[in-house]
């Protein structure tokens, strides 16, 4: 009985520990995302592209690119516009963004409890583009925000944000429970060579 089940108990142990890193593409609806904390109004608002008034520029350009009808954007040119994991600790993989009517500077920066763990300053366009490889220092964080530059940009410096590229960090738990596994599977295999 111990041989078959030390057989399976490795394997399926270590399935069940990478099913907890799990990457994920957070899209935005009407109301933002259940990834992220609900933001404030004077900082993001979600535009549909369907409507006329969206339906130009870098927000049709960042919706059309990722297949998305609404995307996030800043609010009255709001400065900054934060996005809080609503329980998640995450490694930030990439963000599809342009600039809805014009280039522009952001900056974007990762916290994790408050405390600064990265930060990138690039300019966007008019043209969706998904930014990934500048993000490679932004892991473990749990919330990130968007700042804009002082460029000046006919009808504002507003960003449209399509979705947002996360791989989820196993809680501590998680490794707890591997270790676990892994003196479990070592206690069957000494107790199989003495039988």
């Known amino acids: 009985m111990y041989k078959k089940l030390g057989q399976f108990a490795l394997p399926v142990l270590m399935f069940a520990f990478v099913g907890t890193a799990q990457a ?3 899209d935005f609806g009407p ?28 927000y049709k350009s960042v919706a059309d690119a990722t297949g998305n009808q609404w995307v ?14 609503v329980k998640d600790v995450f490694n930030l993989d990439g963000l599809w963004l342009a600039g809805a009517w014009g280039n522009q500077t952001l900056t974007v920066t990762g ?26 220092d932004f892991k473990a964080i749990d919330s990130f925000t968007i ?25 501590p738990e998680a490794y ?3 270790l676990a596994g892994l003196g479990l599977v070592g206690v069957m295999a000494r107790r199989r060579r003495r039988i």
């Open 147 to 171: 700042r804009i530059g002082n460029e000046y940009v006919p009808g504002g410096r507003y960003w449209a944000l399509g979705s947002v590229a996360v791989t989820v960090v196993p809680e």
């Open 72 to 85: 996030a954007a800043n609010y009255r040119v709001s400065e900054v516009a934060e996005f809080v994991a």
């Open 24 to 26: 994920e593409v957070i």
């Open 111 to 136: 916290y994790a409890g408050g405390e600064e763990i990265a930060t990138v300053s690039f300019v966007i366009s008019t043209t969706a583009q998904e930014y990934t490889s500048i993000f490679d």
């Open 31 to 58: 109301d933002g995302s259940s990834f992220f904390k609900p933001t404030s109004v004077w900082e993001v608002f979600y535009a549909d592209t369907t409507l006329p008034d969206y339906n130009a520029g870098g």
């Open 176 to 178: 707890a429970m591997l």
